[in-house]
């Protein structure tokens, strides 16, 4: 762009004169004072290094005779340092030291510089001559060098609250034009602040190169908040394109700041601690570095413990109970907490196998004491429940295995249980009874045995003797069961059950009819309530077994001889039934005569076994 001046009136009068008469005096004083076209308005931005690309921005004249390069300093003279002829096309690098092998310059007057430097800032002007007139156009170079991205070093270790402390520098290192540092803390701008926050800074200038090399100093005093902080600096300069920034990394520092507060843990292995756990007793300080050491007060210590930051209980009792606590070791700062070791006791009387004879009564009591309402229920054979036991009147069902246990809800794993284990006796007691089989075939004879230790049951039959093997038991249930056995008379005979334990031995008879004699279908009992007479009952027992021996043979001959009359269909079925007890423990009677089937005979047999029997 160019502006009206002095200069063109001068280029103008320049027009006028001869061609070969020299420019005057005059005008080349007009020349030199008037402003030049365009000075100022074009400017050439480059990035130091590359290539300096200047071109002339002048049209070509008509007589071009040569053109010239030049550079022009303030209040100094200019320095020309580049030729080219219009005709000859010859090209003249003047001897310039710090242009030297840099220069190049084209058949259109574009002149270039090589390897940027700082010192190529300056006003360069490009002349184009004819006969009559010289054209100059000035461009204006700005250099610039990009800093090195800052780098905050020689950071302190450490900080500490209530300290003015060199918190770092911050530098960034050849660059050009000089740029500002600025300190960051959390993202914010860090600005001065008399006595919290000081900046200095410096700038270094390379002589060789020019390039700047700017160091930011930051003096801090911390609060505890700055434990996480996080501070950078920026380095701000202008490129080619305008404002630039560069980040440096941030970094966070460790702020030491007092112990303003002392804090006591008790760990257990659960939720609560019970009697025989390890217990774990943490002190701590919210300090920066926090304390190492401190002074443990426990229950019943009369000097505090001087331990590290934890201090161990092992298998505490309930006598640990109290209050812990723990202060610096120069007492200036404590804590304390209530502790509470939980305990379960169980009292049952009696325990352990306990034995008791029927009848008797048994005061038992389960007491519990805890450090807490405490759950109590009990369990026979593993079976809860519903009450505690009561004892006034002992009985066989009340034998078995009782449990009395108790827990604390709230205290995890901590229950107890005791065990009674109780055992009722009793002397055997017997209880006989007969039934007569809807057809009259057989009979059956029950022993109702009651004891504990169960007692061991044996049948005799006046004249067969033992009759243990035939006997078939029922289980033995709270300490009664029932030995019956199935018999077939053809005589009166006299049955004994003999009960028998560790404690007695109990006897009992019971006279049956024979089959063919009919009776009361109500049962016959007996019981043993006349123990005294076992020995005359003895006597009267090997009478019958002997008598029964006897009976049987004769009873065999009968039954064979009757079994030989019978062809019809009634002695068939008599056969059958026959078969069905033929293994059954059986007397017999004697014979009179042959006649033994007689009804009438048999009917009067009957009425008077009848009438012998008790």
């Not at 020309?80 to 190049?104: G, Q």
């Not at 090589?114 to 001559?129: H, Y």
Request: one cysteine or more; glycine letters at 6%; charged letters at 25%.
């Amino acid at each position: 762009m160019e502006t009206p001046s002095a200069a063109a009136s001068c280029r103008r009068r320049r027009r006028r004169r001869h061609p070969l008469q020299p420019p005057s005096l005059l005008c080349l004083l007009l020349f030199a004072l008037c402003p030049q076209p365009g000075l100022g308005l074009y400017t050439l931005n480059t990035v130091y290094g590359d290539t300096i690309i200047l071109p002339c921005r002048i049209e070509l004249p008509d007589g071009l005779m040569f053109g010239r390069w030049k550079y022009e300093i303030a209040n100094r003279p200019s320095v020309f340092i580049a030729f080219r002829s219009a005709t000859k096309t010859n090209v003249h690098y003047d001897d310039v030291s710090e242009y030297k092998d840099r220069l190049t310059l084209l058949a259109n007057y574009t002149l270039s510089i090589s390897n940027a430097r700082i010192g190529d800032e300056k006003r360069f002007v490009c002349m184009l001559v004819t006969e009559d007139n010289v054209y100059e156009e000035p461009t204006i170079v700005k250099v610039f060098k990009q800093p090195s991205q800052p780098t905050i070093v020689n950071p302190a270790t450490f900080l500490e609250t209530e300290q003015l402390k060199l918190l770092g520098e911050c530098i960034s290192k050849e660059g050009y034009p000089e740029g500002n540092l600025t300190w960051y803390k959390n993202g914010m701008v860090l600005k001065p602040v008399e006595g919290a926050v000081v900046i200095n800074e410096q700038t270094n200038v390379d002589e060789a190169s020019g390039l700047y090399t700017v160091i930011s100093s930051l003096e801090y005093m911390p609060t505890k908040e700055d434990k996480k902080s996080h501070f950078t600096c920026t380095m701000t300069y202008y490129g080619p394109t305008g404002r630039e920034t560069i980040r440096s990394e941030s970094v966070v520092f460790d702020v030491h700041y007092p112990t303003e507060k002392v804090k006591i843990q008790v760990i257990s292995e659960g939720n609560t601690i019970k009697e025989g756990d390890n217990i774990t007793l943490r002190c701590s300080g919210n300090g920066n570095p926090p304390p190492e050491e401190f002074l443990f007060y426990i229950p019943g210590e009369l000097e505090p413990i001087r331990s590290s930051r934890i201090h161990i209980l092992s298998d505490v009792r309930r006598n640990a109970s109290g209050e812990y606590g723990c202060s610096l070791t120069d007492k200036s700062l404590a804590d304390s907490t209530l502790v509470t070791v939980h305990y379960l006791d169980l009292s049952l009387i009696p325990s352990g196998t306990v034995t008791k004879q029927i009848g008797e009564a048994l005061p038992v009591s389960c007491t519990v004491s805890s450090s807490r309402n405490a759950t109590l229920f009990w369990l026979k054979d593993n079976t809860r429940m519903r009450s505690s036991p009561s004892f006034s009147n002992l009985h066989y069902k009340d034998a078995g295995n009782y449990i009395c246990e108790t827990t604390l809800q709230e205290v995890e794993g901590l229950k107890k249980r005791q065990t009674l284990t109780l055992i009722v006796e009793g002397r055997p007691q017997i209880k006989m009874s007969k039934k007569t089989s809807s057809d009259g075939t057989f009979k059956t004879i029950s022993c109702h045995v009651e004891g504990y230790p169960k007692p061991a049951v044996q049948w005799t039959a006046a004249g067969i003797g033992s009759l243990i093997n035939k006997a078939k038991e029922t289980k033995y249930i709270d300490g009664k069961f029932s030995s019956k056995i199935i018999i077939a008379p053809e005589e009166n005979v006299t049955l004994t059950c003999t009960a028998e334990n560790q404690l007695e031995r109990t006897i009992t008879s019971l006279n049956v009819s024979a089959i063919n004699i009919p009776e009361s279908d109500e049962p016959d009992e007996r019981n043993n309530d006349n123990r005294e007479n076992v020995n005359d009952q003895a006597k009267l027992i090997v009478g019958i077994v002997v008598g029964l021996l006897l009976a049987a043979l004769v009873a065999g001959v009968a039954y064979w001889l009757y079994m030989k009359k019978s062809k019809d269909v009634h002695g068939e079925s008599e056969k059958e039934a026959a078969q069905n007890i033929q293994n059954l423990p059986r007397t017999a009677s004697k014979h009179v005569d042959k006649d033994l089937g007689n009804l009438e005979e048999n009917k009067k047999l009957e009425e008077n076994n009848h009438k012998s029997e008790a």
